[in-house]
């Protein structure tokens, strides 16, 4: 599997000409023994060939349900059960990949992920959508997550499957990689975010002084700016130096998307064509990837077929390597440099320095340019993408609470009235952090992720058999996808009470609510858990929390312009208003999802400069 792994990692259609060779062989090779042995040979050729056509469909079949009786019999002995299975009315359950692939189209990011549940009770949390007969797990239960993510975290792994779908986004970087290679990738990044570096706080510094300064200049213009597109420049911009060691990005400075003229991007929304940069083309071809493979996700390993003549990432594919390249080519020829200047006299050239960037300090590691390039690809996505996606929802949020807000902005007031708050000035916003944490519940940067299971599977659920005892799940096959949706898990009212689907800060500083929380924690995972749980968790936070401070030092007043001045085609649908107890049904703008989370042409925002 593995050679075939590392071909298809050059050429998909390896994989999916793999996937018809084992559906057509097993049965053309029993065929060709019944022909041969069984049928006799003066026998008309009319019955040879109806034999082979009916072949497959019959093996398949038999298989099928010989394997889903024998699979119902060993949970039973086990005490277990098999998930339940969504029920199409199409062959293969096509008609229900369709309505999941209504998630990416036309409907808010969970409800049709929530309607497969709603079939089965309000009590059922794992799923089995088997698409085109192969089982594919759904579940919004924290319990089945806490197994797949942490203690039984050997059993479930990305695989050679997932792997091969998210490709070309990722390549052999430390969010597509399992096992010993992912251990070295983890390995090599870990030391980079296990320290508090000063210098965080001065890039922090640098680049939100530059936000400052245009929301300044909208406010006193009376116009909204679009904050999802400012925050994800204000994230590069500061992870240019933190990641890439560039300070010269300066997106920043480039010409932004204004109110009414801007044009509807891959995610958010763009400048006119007239107007666009390098910046511009890398963010759109970034943000076009994530798009363009979320598809993949619930297509199942037949996924190719849809991409057989043309990659969907392609297009996009150049340009971001067009970007990326030249800075991984800079920092190695800046190393050879300094190989030569202190080989010389015998230094150490390997040592690394704690205030470095990220990119010289895993070229310090390997000489790898592709290992490199992979590496910074997949924590620029963890460092711009999500800081950037938890930073647009809180100001939405805030602006749709404005007392709430006026909350956050005393605190601040009373502990950094002005200039720019340090290390231990963040530790003690309490509601700061509140309403950060609130913000991921609802609105997590990734909102679904997946694993396989590398053998059958018990998992254990939330769900209670009628004795009172967990109710066990059985996974018979290996890599069986389990899909595990964050966002719906966030919003359980089993879990958080009945307003579950309200922005309440409050519930992460009141005892109570805090002692649920920390007693369950894995019904809260925004920044994953287990192992695998984000090494960036802390520079995210305390970047957040940084540009919060700064923006409500000068700003008082917040009011949502999605519906004046967002691009067209971006609007949620009316009929989102009725759908009560979903919040769907009070949002005034799109969330989408990608591999990230966002909002559909931006999060457009006008603000009031504050006169006290």
Same mark, same amino acid.
């Given at each position: 599997?593995?050679?075939?792994?590392?071909?298809?990692?050059?050429?998909?259609?390896?994989?999916?000409?793999?996937?018809?060779?084992?559906?057509?062989?097993?049965?053309?090779?029993?065929?060709?023994?019944?022909?041969?042995?069984?049928?006799?040979?003066?026998?008309?050729?009319?019955?040879?060939?109806?034999?082979?056509?009916?072949?497959?469909?019959?093996? !398949?079949?038999?298989?099928?349900?010989?394997?889903?009786?024998?699979?119902?019999?060993?949970?039973?002995?086990?005490?277990?059960?098999?998930? $339940?299975?969504?029920?199409?009315?199409?062959?293969?359950?096509?008609?229900?990949?369709?309505?999941?692939?209504?998630?990416?189209?036309?409907?808010?990011?969970?409800?049709?992920?929530?309607?497969? =549940?709603?079939?089965?009770?309000?009590?059922?949390?794992?799923?089995?959508?088997?698409?085109?007969?192969?089982?594919?797990?759904?579940?919004?239960?924290?319990?089945?997550?806490?197994?797949?993510?942490?203690?039984?975290?050997?059993?479930?792994?990305?695989?050679?499957?997932?792997?091969?779908?998210?490709?070309?986004?990722?390549?052999?970087?430390?969010?597509?990689?399992?096992?010993?290679?992912?251990?070295?990738?983890?390995?090599?990044?870990?030391? =980079?975010?296990?320290?508090?570096?000063?210098?965080?706080?001065?890039? =922090?510094?640098?680049?939100?002084?530059?936000?400052?300064?245009?929301?300044?200049?909208?406010?006193?213009?009376?116009?909204?700016?679009?904050?999802?597109?400012?925050?994800?420049?204000?994230?590069?911009?500061?992870?240019?130096?933190?990641?890439?060691?560039?300070?010269?990005?300066?997106?920043?400075?480039?010409?932004?998307?204004? $109110?009414?003229?801007?044009?509807?991007?891959?995610?958010?929304?763009?400048?006119?064509?007239?107007?666009?940069?390098?910046?511009?083309?890398?963010?759109?071809?970034?943000?076009?990837?994530?798009?363009?493979?979320?598809?993949?996700?619930?297509?199942?390993?037949?996924?190719?077929? !849809?991409?057989?003549?043309?990659?969907?990432?392609?297009?996009?594919?150049?340009?971001?390597?067009?970007?990326?390249? $030249?800075?991984?080519?800079?920092?190695?020829?800046?190393?050879?440099?300094?190989?030569?200047?202190?080989?010389?006299?015998?230094?150490?050239?390997?040592?690394?320095?704690?205030?470095?960037?990220?990119?010289?300090?895993?070229?310090?590691?390997?000489?790898?340019?592709?290992?490199?390039?992979?590496?910074?690809?997949?924590?620029?996505?963890?460092?711009?993408?999500?800081?950037?996606?938890?930073?647009?929802?809180?100001?939405?949020?805030?602006?749709?609470?404005?007392?709430?807000?006026?909350?956050?902005?005393?605190?601040?007031?009373?502990?950094?009235?002005?200039?720019?708050?340090?290390?231990?000035?963040?530790?003690?916003?309490?509601?700061?952090?509140?309403?950060?944490?609130?913000?991921?519940?609802?609105? $997590?940067?990734?909102?679904?992720?997946?694993?396989?299971?590398?053998?059958?599977?018990?998992?254990?659920?939330?769900?209670?058999?009628?004795?009172?005892?967990?109710?066990?799940?059985?996974?018979?096959?290996?890599?069986?996808?389990?899909?595990?949706?964050?966002?719906?898990?966030?919003?359980?009212?089993?879990?958080?009470?009945?307003?579950?689907?309200?922005?309440?800060?409050?519930?992460?500083?009141?005892?109570?609510?805090?002692? /649920?929380?920390?007693?369950?924690?894995?019904?809260?995972?925004?920044?994953?858990?287990?192992?695998?749980?984000?090494?960036?968790?802390?520079?995210?936070?305390?970047?957040?929390? =940084?540009?919060?401070?700064?923006?409500?030092?000068?700003?008082?007043?917040?009011?949502?312009?999605?519906? /004046?001045?967002?691009?067209?085609?971006?609007?949620?649908?009316?009929? !989102?208003?009725?759908?009560?107890?979903?919040?769907?049904?009070?949002?005034?703008? !799109?969330?989408?999802?990608?591999?990230?989370?966002?909002?559909?042409?931006?999060?457009?925002?006008?603000?009031?400069?504050?006169?006290?």
């Amino acid at each position: 599997m593995y050679y075939i792994f590392e071909a298809a990692k050059r050429n998909y259609r390896v994989y999916i000409a793999v996937v018809f060779l084992n559906l057509l062989v097993p049965p053309i090779a029993l065929a060709a023994l019944v022909s041969h042995f069984l049928l006799p040979q003066d026998l008309a050729r009319t019955y040879h060939v109806l034999l082979y056509l009916l072949a497959t469909p019959i093996y !398949w079949t038999v298989r099928i349900q010989y394997g889903d009786w024998a699979n119902q019999k060993v949970a039973k002995r086990l005490g277990a059960v098999v998930a $339940p299975e969504a029920r199409g009315k199409w062959p293969g359950n096509l008609d229900v990949l369709l309505r999941v692939a209504k998630i990416k189209q036309t409907s808010y990011a969970s409800t049709e992920m929530d309607a497969l =549940f709603d079939e089965f009770g309000p009590d059922v949390h794992t799923v089995n959508f088997r698409v085109l007969w192969q089982d594919a797990l759904l579940t919004r239960d924290h319990l089945v997550m806490k197994q797949v993510l942490a203690t039984g975290f050997d059993d479930f792994v990305k695989g050679i499957p997932v792997r091969l779908k998210l490709y070309d986004l990722f390549g052999d970087g430390v969010f597509n990689t399992d096992g010993a290679e992912w251990k070295a990738h983890r390995a090599l990044t870990r030391p =980079f975010f296990a320290r508090e570096r000063i210098t965080d706080f001065e890039h =922090f510094d640098k680049y939100s002084n530059k936000v400052i300064d245009i929301l300044r200049k909208r406010a006193e213009d009376g116009e909204s700016i679009d904050l999802q597109d400012l925050f994800g420049r204000f994230t590069l911009d500061a992870a240019g130096e933190f990641l890439f060691g560039v300070p010269d990005f300066n997106t920043l400075d480039a010409p932004l998307p204004r $109110p009414g003229q801007s044009t509807l991007g891959p995610k958010g929304s763009s400048p006119p064509e007239a107007e666009s940069t390098p910046y511009t083309d890398f963010v759109n071809a970034f943000e076009g990837t994530l798009v363009a493979i979320f598809p993949r996700v619930f297509r199942g390993n037949l996924w190719p077929l !849809w991409e057989l003549f043309k990659n969907s990432t392609s297009e996009y594919n150049k340009t971001v390597n067009d970007w990326i390249n $030249p800075l991984v080519r800079r920092v190695m020829d800046a190393k050879k440099t300094k190989e030569k200047a202190v080989g010389q006299d015998g230094d150490d050239v390997n040592t690394a320095s704690d205030e470095g960037s990220l990119l010289e300090h895993i070229a310090q590691s390997t000489d790898n340019e592709k290992l490199i390039r992979d590496e910074l690809l997949n924590i620029l996505l963890a460092s711009r993408d999500t800081t950037a996606c938890l930073l647009s929802f809180l100001f939405y949020l805030l602006s749709l609470h404005p007392g709430k807000l006026a909350k956050l902005r005393e605190e601040i007031l009373a502990e950094v009235p002005s200039g720019a708050p340090s290390y231990d000035d963040v530790r003690r916003l309490k509601y700061l952090r509140a309403c950060l944490n609130e913000t991921l519940r609802l609105f $997590p940067p990734v909102p679904l992720n997946m694993k396989v299971n590398t053998r059958p599977a018990l998992l254990r659920t939330s769900e209670l058999n009628p004795d009172g005892s967990p109710k066990m799940i059985y996974v018979p096959y290996p890599e069986t996808p389990i899909r595990y949706a964050t966002i719906l898990m966030q919003q359980r009212k089993d879990l958080w009470g009945s307003k579950a689907t309200e922005f309440i800060p409050e519930r992460w500083i009141e005892r109570e609510s805090v002692n /649920e929380i920390t007693a369950d924690p894995f019904k809260f995972i925004a920044f994953n858990a287990g192992p695998r749980i984000c090494l960036g968790q802390n520079f995210a936070y305390n970047e957040a929390s =940084f540009l919060v401070v700064r923006i409500l030092q000068n700003f008082d007043s917040f009011q949502v312009r999605q519906r /004046e001045d967002a691009p067209a085609g971006c609007l949620p649908p009316k009929e !989102w208003k009725e759908k009560p107890g979903h919040r769907q049904a009070v949002e005034e703008l !799109w969330p989408g999802t990608a591999a990230t989370l966002y909002s559909r042409g931006g999060v457009w925002i006008k603000m009031k400069i504050a006169t006290s």
